[in-house]
């Protein structure tokens, strides 16, 4: 059953109150947000601009020691549960490569992660969910959170508070690979947990045309580069996800001497919590075996970063309903090896993160990135309709 206020925002549509388009707001806020990006934790200009609309429109702004970054609320008129909405506002170090007429203006940094789109789409929900306060049950406070890229922002803007007598939050990506108008909607496991490792080998170096008096640092680098990737496939279940990467091997300065150093970088992913906590120890084992076999040596370290995106089945039926009723096809959504910071909030409270189809022209992460406008209203429709909806089974259920 649909609520009337529900109705009212799928039939409303995209009208502000002021008789202005929505939609052409939230095309207006994306360029501008797109032609302006910045970089984690540097976010000065993007944080000014967001306080600025959200005042415009009459939306109260709460005030937690944030650098960077901009909370706000939406207060209903009836009592129920304060549900948090997520945007993350953040750009990459990338140079954009594209004939936009609002192409970055901003040499060598870019929205190519479409963190602009999120902004616009959860301003878009404010919006919809300050006309129709009357009916919201609960309290909306909206965060737009710095710092996603550099994996340690949504850790940052906890530690200020903003969680604070929130019960749930609700959080999500635009997805290149989906159509407009389709919600990837998955409970459990959606994105991995992201950890990284360093592994120094330590030989003795000497003249490259008399290895025998060495201990070459290199050769045994390149074995345990080898060894690691039999981990997945000999020391783990085969219904372990786990990708085990190595992403920098640097060792030498010139080409007449073997080097005494060789340094290993990367990451591994992982879905399930046993794997994650057994890959260290199996790592570790295997690099210190190799160097031991080489009469080198190793020192391994491991750097925690996030846990994995864990969505909480019990919002899972309302998500697919919200998403139903405005007349979106929902899928179920693919889990991917990426990492996000939105798993920060989910080992607080409950939370639940979705995708968004943009039908990107590239995935994420490249110069050419760019989406479809039309899935703003998409976006701003399924989180204000979201909002009002769990309020109102919230309600209901406390009854």
Request: proline share 5%; charged share 25%.
């Amino acid at each position: 059953m649909v609520e009337e206020s529900d109705k009212e925002i799928k039939d409303n549509g995209l009208k502000s109150n002021h008789g202005l388009d929505l939609k052409q707001k939230l095309v207006y806020y994306y360029r501008e947000l797109h032609k302006h990006p910045e970089l984690s934790f540097k976010e000065f200009k993007t944080t000014e601009a967001i306080r600025q609309w959200l005042e415009e429109e009459g939306i109260s702004l709460v005030d937690f020691p944030l650098n960077v970054g901009v909370v706000a609320e939406i207060r209903g008129t009836l009592p129920g549960p304060t549900l948090a909405l997520r945007a993350d506002i953040d750009a990459l170090p990338i140079q954009e490569d594209s004939e936009l007429g609002y192409a970055s203006q901003n040499e060598g940094v870019m929205h190519a992660c479409g963190h602009d789109f999120h902004m616009a789409s959860i301003l878009g929900a404010a919006l919809l969910l300050k006309e129709h306060r009357a009916e919201l049950k609960g309290t909306v406070r909206f965060i737009f959170q710095p710092g996603e890229e550099a994996t340690n922002g949504a850790q940052v803007t906890i530690e200020t508070g903003v969680l604070k007598g929130v019960d749930a939050i609700f959080g999500f990506h635009n997805k290149p690979d989906l159509p407009v108008g389709t919600v990837g909607i998955k409970s459990g496991a959606l994105m991995a947990s992201v950890d990284r490792f360093e592994i120094e080998v330590i030989g003795v170096g000497g003249h490259a045309g008399i290895p025998h008096n060495v201990i070459d640092p290199i050769v045994t680098a390149s074995q345990i580069v080898t060894t690691l990737q039999t981990i997945v496939s000999r020391n783990l279940s085969p219904f372990s996800n786990v990708v085990i990467s190595v992403t920098r091997f640097q060792a030498g300065n010139t080409w007449n001497v073997i080097p005494e150093r060789a340094v290993l970088e990367g990451t591994v992913r992982t879905f399930q919590e046993e794997a994650r906590a057994l890959v260290p120890e199996l790592m570790k084992r295997a690099a210190e075996g190799i160097a031991a076999a080489y009469g080198a040596k190793v020192s391994f370290r491991w750097f925690p970063s996030l846990p994995r995106v864990d969505n909480d089945p019990q919002f899972t039926s309302l998500l697919k309903e919200t998403a139903k009723e405005l007349g979106y096809k929902v899928v179920e959504a693919e889990p991917i090896p990426g990492g996000e910071d939105f798993a920060a909030y989910q080992k607080i409270i409950p939370g639940y993160f979705v995708w968004i189809g943009v039908e990107g022209t590239k995935e994420w992460h490249h110069p050419q990135y760019n989406l479809k406008e039309e899935a703003l209203s998409v976006g701003a429709n399924y989180f204000a309709h979201l909002a009002l909806k769990i309020g109102a089974e919230w309600s209901k259920n406390k009854k």
